[in-house]
């Protein structure tokens, strides 16, 4: 079975500051998809970043970008320059097209940033 | 556009009333479909999906059930709500590879 593990409940950054989260998975599948979603107070569920598995360079959104390790199965988001807007849950989630893309996220990361 | 319509935002129901959340998409059809909960201060947890009309999967047996009477129809609901089914609901639908999640709806069982 297919489980997404995120050692992190808490973490914490001074803005402008940088930020990485953790996220490990587990997988016998060779095509799959990595996600971070942030969730804020409002509880809507936003894709921040998404990374193919079959491609080896790292997917970047503005400040945010990650460090995939595939042979690691490790799958971490960096935050640069943190904002105040960055304050919320961030999940990390797995799909694969195998599993009919039944997405399979992890318990959470709750990110508070310092003014 | 992949819109889920999601209602109600907020909820509150006493034990043992029951329930009904509806969860509309538009786009493409034949959609996948899924149910979410999160507890408070908890990940999220799959309840159930749907691969087409009439067809649901539970991932976790307990006193929700699911439907879907059409394409772009999904309702979750309890004959009976106990206090333990308070909690975050979001329906979402996959699309590619990727999600498009509802506003989500607040429930309180009090």
């Known amino acids: 079975a297919q489980t997404v593990t995120q050692s992190q409940p808490e973490m914490s950054v001074q803005e402008a500051e940088t930020v990485t989260l953790s996220c490990t998975y587990d997988t016998s599948e060779s095509d799959y998809y990595l996600f971070w979603y942030k969730q804020p107070p409002s509880r809507q569920m936003i894709l921040v970043i998404r990374?193919?598995?079959?491609?080896?360079q790292n997917a970047t959104e503005n400040r945010f970008s990650v460090n995939f390790q595939k042979a690691a199965k490790s799958f971490s988001l960096k935050i640069s320059d943190s904002q105040l807007g960055d304050a919320a849950m961030y999940f990390c989630?797995?799909?694969?097209?195998?599993?009919?893309?039944?997405?399979?996220f992890g318990t959470g990361t709750s990110l508070t940033v310092i003014p | 556009s992949q819109t889920i319509h999601q209602w109600p935002a907020t909820l509150v129901q006493p034990v043992g009333s029951p329930l009904s959340l509806e969860c509309t998409v538009e786009g493409t059809s034949n959609p996948n479909l899924y149910w979410y909960r999160q507890a408070a201060g908890r990940g999220l947890q799959l309840l159930f999906y749907?691969?087409?009309?009439?067809?649901i999967s539970s991932e976790v047996p307990q006193n929700l059930s699911a439907s879907r009477p059409q394409d772009r129809q999904f309702i979750l609901s309890s004959k009976k709500l106990l206090l333990s089914d308070s909690g975050f609901y979001l329906c979402?639908?996959?699309?590619?590879?990727?999600?498009?999640f509802g506003s989500g709806t607040r429930l309180t069982v009090v």
């Open positions: 979402a639908r996959s699309y590619g590879p990727g999600y498009t």
């Open positions: 749907s691969v087409g009309i009439g067809q």
């Open positions: 990374q193919e598995a079959y491609k080896q």
């Open positions: 989630a797995y799909a694969s097209p195998n599993t009919g893309n039944q997405f399979y």
